[in-house]
T-cell receptor, first 116, second 111 residues
């Protein structure tokens, strides 16, 4: 299957700092990438959908100025959590889809963010 | 009402037993259905797609009931390694193929 990597795997930072998470499709070109957040014992919640070369579409309740998404190429999307606070601590997972209408998404291993 | 609902469990099952759980969905226009498996602190991994006619993959059988809007997953001869959270996932064209996730059912297989 297709491989998606995420970096870093985990990060601990102080409140007020910004954290950038990278999501890469290693062996395929992803027209669409998705960013999810998962709190303990809860389901994955879609934060935003990004298509290469265009602005991300954010889900209701997700602040676009706080969670900056850049999808600069068909193999790389980044999520920057700006001015992180303890309530932003979560498991952030990206996924990539090859074609619209093609159901399967390939997931990265996730990034565990802890904000002190 | 949540779009995709699952019993959170946990289901505690002895090794070798058969276990089944359901997932209900609210959008009758849903077109595609999946079961994902997620281990603790890991990303979800696709276990199987669910087809209208039902499908089987080794010890795992998935069924779809469109009339009652639920899908099921049955695991036979359960192994210790089956312990995980099983996530029900649904999508439809009218949601731009976004995946809608259930909160998951936790399964614990005991020796």
């Amino acid at each position: 299957g297709a491989v998606v990597s995420q970096h870093p795997s985990w990060v601990i930072c102080k409140s007020g700092t910004s954290v950038k998470i990278e999501c890469r499709s290693l062996d395929f070109q992803a027209t669409t990438m998705f960013w999810y957040r998962q709190f303990p014992k809860q389901s994955l919640m879609l934060m935003a959908t990004s298509n290469e070369g265009s602005k991300a579409t954010y889900e209701q309740g997700v602040e676009k100025d706080k969670f900056l998404i850049n999808h600069a190429s068909l193999t790389l999307s980044t999520l920057t959590v700006t001015s992180a606070h303890p309530e932003d601590s979560s498991f952030y997972i990206c996924s990539a889809r090859v074609l619209k209408g093609y159901n399967e998404q390939f997931f990265g291993p996730g990034t565990r963010l802890t904000v002190l | 009402r949540k779009e995709v609902e699952q019993d959170p469990g946990p289901f505690n099952v002895p090794e070798g037993a058969t276990v089944a759980f359901n997932c209900t969905y609210s959008n009758s226009a849903s077109q595609s259905f999946f079961w994902y498996r997620q281990d603790c602190r890991k990303e979800p991994k696709l276990l199987m797609s669910v087809y209208s006619s039902g499908n089987e993959d080794g010890r795992f059988t998935a069924q779809l009931n469109r009339a009652s809007q639920y899908i099921s997953l049955l695991i036979r001869d359960s192994k210790l390694s089956d312990s995980a959270t099983y996530l029900c996932v649904v999508n439809s064209m009218d949601s731009n193929y976004q995946l809608i996730w259930g909160a998951g059912t936790k399964l614990i297989i005991k020796p």
